[in-house]
Every structure is written in C-alpha cells, then in structure tokens.
C-alpha cells in the first residue's frame, strides 16, 4: 500500500522487533474523516507524550455504525478508509496507522498494549470503552484539550449551507 500503514501483525511485530523506536508508544483511534486542524493539533499533542503515535483508523463499514447518516447529511464516511489512512500516515506527528473493523479499539489496545492511550478531552474517562483495558495491563490514559473545537459534521454542514443545500 504506502509507508505508514500496518496490519496489525505488522505492527505488532515492528514493535517488538525495535522497542526503541516505538517505546513508549501513544495510541489514539477515530474516524478521522475530512481532516481538520483540529485533529492535527490533537495528533500533534498525543505525539509529544510518547516517542512514537500509533492511529488506530475506524474502517468505512465501522464509521457507517458509529456514525449513522444525520437528516440532511450525506452519509459517512465522506472520504474512504484507505485515502482517510493515507493522509494521516503522511502527517510528521503519526508513526503507523492500522485500520479496524470493530467499533472500539479495544481489540486493537488489547493486543498492542500501548502505554499512553490517547483521547481527546471532550471524552470522558467513564465513558471510554477502552479504559478498563488500559488500566488492566497498567497503561496511562491521557485526555488532550481540544485546541480547535470543529467536527467532520459540522465542516460538511456549512460546505452544504453555503452550496444552498
């Protein structure tokens, strides 16, 4: 495919393989449709708190789960998973992307285990799915501030009000 991408055999085998390269390893997983600068920012910050950042990337059928199609809206995701995989492996701050088909990334945290698990701070611990994982093989959880409040959502609802439609 392209640099950056890993299935997650890849990844798990790169990581074992160079400890010094990934160690300590931040995760953070979404969407990420429609990158904005407030998703750079935040995979800019989540990069700071480990040497590498691996993005667990929500497959096209999962965001189709966690993000049914709003009234008015076209449905998601608006940009396939391969390009969404593409454009966040080429950012400086991100070391690996791995896609997935569930609708958390607790499979993913379970089998890398990474050290810092990243969210942003719209999040709340309680309602993580993948807290519990986390703190079960004794990772951290980090909440980032968002920077920049925006949403894939609301950037597609102004591009379709200023379109008259």
């Given at each position: 495919?392209?640099?950056?991408?890993?299935?997650?055999?890849?990844?798990?085998?790169?990581?074992?393989?160079?400890?010094?390269?990934?160690?300590?390893?931040?995760?953070?997983?979404?969407c990420f449709d429609l990158l904005h600068a407030g998703h750079v920012r935040y995979l800019q910050v989540a990069?700071?708190?480990?040497?590498?950042?691996v993005v667990g990337l929500n497959s096209d059928?999962?965001?189709?789960?966690?993000?049914?199609?709003?009234?008015?809206?076209?449905p998601r995701p608006i940009v396939p998973e391969h390009q969404r995989a593409e454009?966040?492996?080429?950012?400086?701050?991100?070391?690996?992307?791995?896609?997935?088909?569930?609708?958390?990334a607790s499979q993913l945290i379970a089998a890398?285990?990474?050290?810092?698990?990243?969210?942003?701070?719209?999040?709340?611990?309680e309602s993580l799915p993948e807290a519990a994982i986390v703190q079960a093989y004794g990772g951290?959880?980090?909440?980032?501030?968002?920077?920049v409040p925006s949403s894939t959502s609301a950037l597609v609802s102004r591009i379709l009000a200023a379109k008259g439609g």
């Open positions: 495919m392209f640099p950056g991408l890993y299935t997650l055999d890849e990844l798990k085998q790169a990581v074992a393989a160079d400890p010094q390269r990934w160690r300590p390893l931040v995760f953070t997983n979404g990069r700071s708190l480990g040497r590498s950042l059928h999962s965001v189709q789960i966690i993000k049914p199609q709003a009234a008015g809206l076209p454009v966040l492996a080429a950012l400086r701050s991100v070391d690996g992307v791995v896609i997935f088909a569930e609708t958390t890398l285990q990474p050290d810092i698990y990243a969210k942003g701070g719209d999040y709340q611990l951290h959880i980090e909440l980032v501030q968002i920077e």
